[in-house]
């Protein structure tokens, strides 16, 4: 009974990395295979699952985690996979209509996507509250980087925080673990990239923006920030300043 038991659980344990290897490499359906699988569902069916599409994508947007496809298929469309893209365009045109969000594909290969406040926006550009004191220990990271040209040794931001009496080494009363919310937390939510840098002994690493600051902050608006931080013009820094402003996206686009 034991030995059959373990060769049941084995092939339900095959059966399950299976489904999971066929999320991994799902095939998005073409246009004509989706319109013809929606006949095999009535409009309020998918309807229905879009509703639970963007309930998963709000709660995960609740703590800034980004959605990957094969999560979504296997953990919601589930046998809806048909009609995936469908359910994708209903989804985008809720989040866009009732919530002013925007679903941004941030990584291509893996199928990753966030969505994008579309109503708090500076200048065009979507970008963060600092209401909240992660976002403002976010927005001195960013600052950094952005005032370093791109790319900084996280050395230099853990001294910099110390000067700004934020100890990583030390529990902070508001932060908890700074190192891991930097390094972890921010990273998972795509605002900051943290990659080692080759050949060191001991080991370093590299702080660069991730993919969702570039959708999200506004440079112009972090230099405002790092102007108040320091007291200073945001145009004392004539470099940043230029790159800031060249940035900014185009108001012409109606889209």
Same mark, same amino acid.
């Given at each position: 009974?034991?030995?059959?038991k373990?060769?049941s659980t084995?092939?339900?344990?095959?059966?399950?990395?299976?489904q %999971?290897d066929n999320?991994v490499?799902?095939?998005?359906? =073409?246009? $004509?295979?989706?319109?013809?699988?929606? %006949?095999?569902?009535?409009?309020?069916?998918?309807d229905y +699952?879009?509703?639970?599409?963007?309930?998963?994508? *709000? &709660? /995960?947007?609740? +703590?800034?985690?980004?959605?990957?496809?094969?999560?979504?298929?296997?953990n919601v469309?589930?046998?809806y996979?048909?009609?995936?893209?469908?359910?994708?365009k209903?989804?985008? #045109?809720?989040?866009?209509?009732?919530?002013?969000l +925007? *679903?941004?594909?941030?990584?291509? +290969?893996?199928?990753?996507?966030i969505?994008?406040? /579309? *109503?708090e926006?500076? @200048?065009?550009?979507p970008?963060?509250s600092l209401?909240?004191p992660k976002?403002?220990?976010?927005?001195v990271?960013?600052g950094?980087?952005f005032m370093k040209?791109g790319?900084?040794? #996280?050395a *230099?931001i !853990?001294?910099i925080? /110390?000067?700004l009496?934020? @100890?990583?080494?030390e529990k902070?009363?508001?932060?908890g673990?700074?190192?891991?919310?930097?390094?972890?937390?921010? &990273?998972?939510?795509?605002?900051?990239?943290?990659?080692r840098?080759?050949?060191?002994?001991?080991?370093?690493?590299e702080?660069? !923006?991730?993919?969702?600051?570039?959708l #999200? &902050?506004?440079?112009?608006k972090?230099?405002?920030f790092?102007? %108040?931080?320091?007291d200073q013009q945001?145009? =004392?820094w004539s470099?940043?300043?230029r &790159?800031?402003?060249? $940035?900014?996206?185009?108001n012409n $686009?109606?889209?």
């Amino acid at each position: 009974m034991t030995q059959r038991k373990r060769q049941s659980t084995a092939r339900q344990h095959d059966v399950t990395s299976t489904q %999971e290897d066929n999320d991994v490499t799902f095939t998005q359906p =073409s246009t $004509s295979q989706v319109q013809r699988a929606l %006949e095999n569902f009535t409009s309020d069916q998918v309807d229905y +699952k879009t509703a639970e599409v963007v309930q998963y994508f *709000l &709660v /995960k947007q609740q +703590k800034k985690i980004p959605v990957r496809r094969a999560d979504l298929i296997k953990n919601v469309v589930k046998e809806y996979r048909t009609v995936y893209p469908e359910i994708m365009k209903r989804a985008t #045109e809720m989040f866009e209509q009732v919530f002013g969000l +925007k *679903l941004v594909e941030i990584d291509t +290969k893996n199928h990753v996507y966030i969505l994008v406040n /579309k *109503l708090e926006a500076v @200048d065009g550009c979507p970008q963060i509250s600092l209401s909240n004191p992660k976002t403002a220990l976010l927005f001195v990271v960013l600052g950094v980087i952005f005032m370093k040209g791109g790319v900084v040794r #996280e050395a *230099l931001i !853990w001294n910099i925080l /110390k000067k700004l009496r934020v @100890d990583p080494g030390e529990k902070h009363p508001e932060f908890g673990d700074v190192k891991k919310v930097i390094t972890d937390e921010f &990273v998972r939510q795509r605002y900051l990239e943290f990659v080692r840098i080759p050949h060191t002994d001991p080991i370093e690493h590299e702080l660069r !923006w991730g993919q969702r600051a570039n959708l #999200e &902050v506004s440079k112009v608006k972090l230099l405002e920030f790092m102007g %108040e931080l320091h007291d200073q013009q945001p145009q =004392s820094w004539s470099q940043q300043y230029r &790159v800031a402003h060249s $940035s900014q996206p185009s108001n012409n $686009s109606n889209t």
